[in-house]
């Protein structure tokens, strides 16, 4: 899902950092005010940002005949929520940007929109509605990062069609092509990322670390 | 014995881990290649397009890039296992 340095006209780069930065910002802001309600909080964000760049750091080989790497946002966005999920993908995506020359600083408002905000927002979502119908952690902390990972994909798949429409046949035709390279490969991979962040969640809640730190003290109190 | 849930799914990634490597030998004609990069060349070459600008710093092979990608994991890995350790041994501290 990393769109390389200088593949993004100047205008679509200039879009993505626009939407980026403030939810980057706001999440930043969140995990302050997380930091000062609650002690020990610093050490599980530490954990799942090394989470987000162990998991995007291991490229696998999947179906398509093609490689490529989960992106680690899922636990982050069960523990606290989708923006300082941002918050912690931007830091990941800026290493890689500077270090790997994998991504850009071209793209990382791009970047950060796939793999930060719109991907693990729709794994949130995806959360709350099964846990909603009463589903256990495990299969909605599964869900989660499941569709996290995918939606960064497709995410990526839209956005290069935005910007690359086919002479003949437009952005449909673009990005149904992008969609093959990005999306089918993804599918096993986001299947593991689905239980990696199972497994992460089933072993902190069995060391009693509350899980779902996103949520307001009064309502968590309530469920079971 | 009792299987605990954590055994069950770390064997689980194990074994879809290790059917996707197996996999590859399935596909003989595969080239394995990243699919970002696809995706890149796709545009180079459907587009002719040039991209306007260029990483500040490149790992100079594929061999010191798969060093800095190693560390990446190795740093992130240590830095879990310290935090479920040090988990680990407030909650026997409490027993």
């Keep these: ?224 | 014995m009792k299987l605990e849930v954590t055994t069950i799914l770390a064997v689980l990634i194990v074994i879809s881990l290790s059917s996707l490597l197996a996999l590859t030998t399935a596909i003989p004609k595969a080239e394995w290649g990243g699919s970002d990069s696809q995706g890149m060349e796709l545009i180079e070459q459907s587009l002719n397009y040039e991209p306007w600008s260029n990483p500040i710093w490149e790992p100079p092979s594929g061999e010191i890039e798969s060093l800095l990608f190693s560390l990446q994991a190795a740093i992130g890995s240590l830095i879990i296992g310290y935090y479920f350790g040090r988990l680990k041994g407030r909650k026997e501290s409490e027993k």
């Design chain 1, 1 to 224: 899902m990393h769109i390389a340095e200088g593949f993004l006209p100047l205008e679509w780069c200039v879009v993505w950092y626009l939407l980026a930065l403030p939810i980057v910002a706001y999440g930043i802001y969140r995990a302050q005010k997380l930091r000062e309600k609650e002690r020990g909080v610093m050490s599980l964000l530490a954990m799942t940002a090394a989470f987000i760049f162990v998991l995007s750091a291991l490229k696998m080989p999947s179906v398509t005949g093609s490689c490529s790497h989960p992106t680690g946002t899922g636990l982050g966005v069960v523990l606290f929520g989708p923006s300082i999920t941002a918050f912690l993908s931007i830091i990941v995506l800026l290493f890689q940007a500077l270090l790997l020359a994998h991504g850009g600083i071209t793209t990382l408002g791009a970047n950060t929109v796939s793999m930060g905000i719109i991907g693990p927002f729709v794994g949130w979502l995806a959360y709350i509605a099964v846990r909603k119908m009463k589903a256990g952690l495990l299969t909605s902390g599964f869900l989660a990062a499941f569709f996290a990972d995918l939606v960064t994909y497709v995410v990526t798949a839209g956005q290069l069609a935005a910007a690359f429409p086919a002479t003949k046949g437009g952005i449909l035709l673009s990005f149904e092509a992008f969609f093959g390279i990005f999306a089918i490969t993804q599918v096993p991979l986001a299947i593991i990322e689905g239980i990696t962040v199972a497994l992460a969640l089933k072993l902190l809640q069995e060391h009693g670390v509350a899980v779902e730190m996103w949520k307001p003290k009064e309502v968590s109190g309530n469920e079971a």
